[in-house]
């Protein structure tokens, strides 16, 4: 329902009939010094229901807005009483003029609840009033108030991180409340306020939030928030806010937030939550959002991680990932305003397409804004060198916040310093679009085709045209032109001031040796850009050495050893180039430990306390021109030090800070250890954890040296006395850590035993240096501890653990960025003890001896084996006359021929050692063994009658074997005996007569 006075008659009469039912409870005055009650307008009578850190977000339209609150009690319904502020008598609240809303209640930190109530139907342009309670007719809050504005055109604030807690918790709530004061004061006008992120510095600590909510504005004021990093982790922001169409789907992370929408008049501002970083979550968020409001004139996106910076956080691995996963999304979609935090500075960008600015206009593409902090409590130094995509950057180290003003036509962005309210910066961004051009096909041409670089004035002329469907030329006048190329680091190119179809070419930075290189021009059409054909320039420089290549032969060295350097060179045409008669000049940064003789043998001069790698590089001369080499890495070892592994920290979640309340700064772009805001009277002690993965270490490895190599950030942080003891999770393989409240604290109750002391260490005064003063004591004792754990194999992890005071400041692995050097590293140096080697050979038995004679009647079962008491078998061969057999055969005697035969037994073990055992045995017969055989002959039925048998046996028994082996073949012939019998019986005996 509205609330006009249509309704009043009706709310009249219901006051009345309640107010016949009960009588109303009178309470005691109250007093109105805190915070909380600042800005009531009843004062007459006392509130007996207790509300505190109240916030109103916009709704999913100008018509509504999303209340929130605590209470201190547990009630069955939560409500909001709202009432045009004209119905006013006095300094009483119009309850018989008031509409009520009622929502939900749940519970939320220790002792208190959670209380969330849409209210609707708000008119435009009107002064509300209104007042919070549990439902029942006698138990409200102090009356507020409220007031909507038109929605054509209207403004709204913008604050980055106010990160209350980040400095001193006093000063951070005054500097906040004095942004608000000044900022309402000067803009009463402000439909809502936009928070970007890091209300908070710690996610679970509700002194901080009520620092966030203490501003009396805020009672008064809308406030949209996002989800910052310090924001997520924990519960306390979705008990706190109470946010539009917040999605079930997407951006999610839980504890925490997800992404959400509202729109007001003509303006869509769609609000991501990027601690989650799956750019397709929010691009999916975004297009169904679009597309679920067409009428939206500007589209607005808010989110905490800065993608589009300047201080620390811009050159951070995860921020481009980002970046290059989101800005082609907000091209697509036509997104007019991108807001951001999180690197504590202010930078805004040119308008943006494609991930490059767009100078001298402010209709096409993306503005990005970053905004400083709203309360002072932190600030970050700019990069050193400005970013291309900046139009303004700066840090002026004071509170700041933003207004926006919007028009069906324009929208501009303005920011202010909250100390004397002076404009910093201004912007506008204009819906005037360029009419519309046919544009079928574009054409970059050159007036040539190299560009020497040797002359600073050389430069190559661009001239872009087009035509349109019909083959017509089109005039690119008023047409917006953007220039572009594959080297954007060697070539600039900058449009005629007076033509915009010209382009001018010039050498940045010279290359190495001649290259080719690409440019091409983009023509706005109106609504995209239409790309031309690329042209191809080729870079010159003089002839000459252009590249250098340094190697060497081994990668480590000892007091005992040496690696030899090379070195070889191209020219600039891409040819190797005699480097004979060159002059070259060895360089390493750590001349104390290492001698580099002048043709190139590196050996050791000083050992050092542990195994350390030191960079070498070359200086290489040839006709007065110095090419300097890549650098090579040589390990130099310590004598019985073992072998040498350094890992880095892998992953954003291996690297963390713990604070005193359990919460965590996950993704930091720095390790305070321990103490952060060590020079405040604010200090807070943290548990540092830092975990390496896939550590190839083998099982029962002594280890004889480890260390974590820091690298330096923000000096300025350090603090003595600096006392921090190091421990590792007591675990086999430390797990991976999570994004959850106490997961530092969790793995420092189950710490080792040992525990090392880093002290007594100089302060870390530069930037960025990683040497012997940023590493680590020992830590041999406490990765032993955990080897030698039964659980341990190679590839597993350990966590390890820093408590202590004072501080010393070290780049994160989001920090270093791709900054591989200054990641934090663990070294480790381990030896293997080696086994001694197995040299006893196999043994090999068998049921035959050597020069064994075997009548050749029946059969024989072989049985060997091969054994060994040191090792294990891993071949064993046998041979009969050298044909493999298997060690349990079954010889069939009279299968083999007479005589000799040789049985080879051949066993290896897992050491190599081998064992060949020969063994020589004889087949023999006579003629008993003969009649034994007639016999089984004869029992087959290989012989068809007795008679014949008989006949056999007599001539066996006679001994003559002539005459039996005639008769042998006769009766084969005549089929009455066996060929196969008849042949074995005649080899037989004929070996018999050999043997006469």
Request: proline content about 4%.
């Amino acid at each position: 329902m509205r609330l006009t006075k249509k309704w009043l008659p009706t709310l009249l009469i219901l006051g009345m009939l309640l107010s016949s039912l009960s009588a109303p409870l009178t309470a005691a005055a109250v007093e109105n010094s805190s915070p909380e009650n600042a800005g009531i307008l009843t004062t007459a009578e006392a509130a007996v229901y207790e509300a505190s850190a109240i916030t109103f977000a916009p709704g999913q339209n100008e018509e509504e807005l999303n209340f929130a609150w605590y209470s201190n009690m547990e009630t069955a319904d939560s409500a909001v009483q709202v009432a045009e502020k004209s119905e006013m008598i006095g300094d009483e609240f119009p309850v018989a003029a008031a509409a009520t809303f009622t929502g939900t209640v749940s519970p939320a930190v220790s002792d208190f609840y959670s209380n969330k109530v849409i209210v609707t139907d708000l008119e435009q342009s009107t002064e509300y009033v209104y007042r919070l309670g549990d439902g029942s007719e006698e138990n409200w809050s102090p009356v507020y108030e409220f007031t909507t504005n038109g929605t054509d055109s209207f403004s709204c604030l913008v604050v980055g991180d106010v990160q209350i807690g980040a400095g001193n918790t006093s000063t951070d709530i005054l500097g906040w409340q004095d942004t608000m004061t000044q900022a309402v004061g000067e803009f009463p006008e402000a439909s809502f306020l936009l928070s970007l992120g890091d209300q908070v510095e710690s996610s679970s600590n509700e002194t901080e939030f009520s620092g966030f909510f203490s501003p009396t504005e805020l009672r008064s004021l809308p406030v949209a928030p996002l989800l910052g990093n310090h924001d997520n982790g924990s519960a306390n922001y979705g008990y706190h806010f109470n946010l539009p169409n917040l999605s079930l789907e997407y951006g999610i992370t839980d504890p925490g937030s997800s992404d959400y929408y509202f729109t007001y008049g003509n303006t869509l501002v769609m609000v991501l939550n990027s601690n989650n970083t799956s750019c397709a979550s929010h691009e999916a968020f975004i297009q169904e959002t679009v597309a679920a409001n067409p009428d939206a004139a500007w589209k607005v996106v808010m989110f905490h991680h800065d993608i589009y910076g300047s201080a620390s956080h811009s050159l951070e691995s995860s921020i481009i990932a980002l970046r290059q996963g989101l800005y082609p999304v907000f091209d697509q979609y036509d997104i007019d305003l991108v807001m951001n935090g999180h690197d504590h500075s202010y930078t805004r960008t040119y308008m943006m397409y494609g991930d490059q600015p767009l100078p001298e206009q402010n209709v096409i593409g993306t503005l990005y804004m970053t905004l400083n902090s709203g309360s002072g409590s932190k600030y970050y130094n700019l990069q050193p060198t400005p970013e291309t995509y900046a139009a303004v950057r700066e840090q002026i180290k004071v509170p700041t916040f933003s207004k926006i003003d919007v028009t069906p036509d324009t929208l501009t962005i303005s920011t202010y310093r909250a100390d004397t309210m002076a404009m910093t910066d201004t912007y506008t961004i204009s819906k005037q679009a360029q009419e519309y051009l046919d544009l079928a096909q574009v054409t970059t041409t050159a007036d040539g085709n190299t560009l020497g670089s040797e002359d600073p004035a050389a430069s190559i002329t661009l001239n872009v045209s087009a035509e349109d469907s019909e083959g017509t030329a089109v005039d690119l006048s008023d047409a917006y032109i953007i220039y572009q190329t594959d080297a954007p680091d060697m070539i600039t190119i900058e449009k005629d001031s007076a033509d915009g179809t010209i382009g001018l070419v010039t050498v940045k930075n010279a290359p190495a040796a001649n290259e080719i290189v690409q440019v091409w021009a983009k023509v706005f059409d109106g609504s995209s850009f239409v790309e031309s054909n690329k042209v191809e320039i080729e870079v010159t420089v003089p002839y000459g050495l252009a590249e250098v290549s340094l190697s060497a032969d081994r990668d480590s060295v000892s007091a005992t050893s040496s690696a030899q350097l090379s070195v070889t060179g191209i020219d600039t045409l891409g040819a190797a180039m005699d480097l004979s008669s060159a002059a070259i000049v060895y360089h390493t940064d750590k001349a104390d430990i290492v001698n580099i003789s002048g043709d190139g043998v590196v050996t050791v001069q000083n050992n050092p306390d542990r195994n350390v790698t030191v960079t070498i590089t070359a200086d290489v001369t040839v006709d007065e021109k110095t090419i300097n080499s890549n650098e090579v890495p040589i390990t130099v070892m310590v004598s019985g030090a073992g072998a040498l592994i350094a890992v880095p920290v892998k992953n954003a979640l291996d690297d963390m800070e713990e604070r005193a309340d359990g919460s965590l700064d996950f993704d930091s772009s720095d390790l305070e250890i321990t103490w952060e805001k060590p020079t405040s009277d604010d200090v807070k002690n943290q548990l540092i954890g830092v975990r390496f993965a896939d550590l190839a270490i083998p099982q029962g490895a002594t280890i004889t040296d480890a260390y974590i190599q820091f690298s330096v950030d923000e000096p300025d942080k350090s603090f003595d006395p600096f006392d921090v003891d190091i421990y590792a999770e007591d675990t086999a393989d430390s797990a991976a850590f999570e994004n959850v409240d106490g997961v530092v604290s969790s793995k420092y109750t189950n710490k080792t035993t040992a525990s090392v002391q880093w002290t007594g260490i100089p302060m870390w005064a530069t930037e960025h240096e990683a040497d012997s003063a940023q590493q680590t004591p020992n830590l041999a004792v406490l990765v032993q501890e955990i080897v030698n754990k039964g659980g341990w194999n190679e590839g597993n992890a350990i966590s390890f653990l820093f408590s202590g005071s004072g501080n010393r400041t070290a780049e994160s692995f989001e920090g270093a960025g791709d900054n591989i050097d200054q990641i934090p590293t663990l070294y480790i140096s381990y030896k293997v003890e080696e086994e001694p080697a197995d040299t006893t050979a196999p043994t090999i038995t068998v049921n035959i001896e050597d020069g064994a004679v075997m009548e050749r009647i029946g059969e024989f079962e072989l049985a060997c084996e091969a054994n060994d008491d040191e090792s294990s078998i891993s071949t064993f061969n046998v041979s009969l006359d050298g044909v493999a057999i298997h060690p349990g055969t079954v010889i069939y005697l009279e299968e083999l021929s007479f005589g000799e035969h040789q049985l080879v037994l051949n066993a290896e073990d897992n050491a190599g050692n081998v064992t060949t055992k020969e063994i020589t045995f004889y087949i023999t017969g006579d003629i008993g063994t003969l009649a034994m055989l007639l016999d089984n002959v004869y029992d087959e039925g290989l012989i068809t009658n007795q008679g014949i048998y008989n006949s056999l046996k007599t001539k066996i028994e006679k001994g003559n074997m002539n005459p039996f082996i005639n008769e042998l073949q006769a009766k084969a012939n005549k089929k009455h005996i066996s060929e196969e019998a008849s042949a074995l019986l005649a080899e037989y005996a004929e070996y018999i007569l050999s043997q006469e």
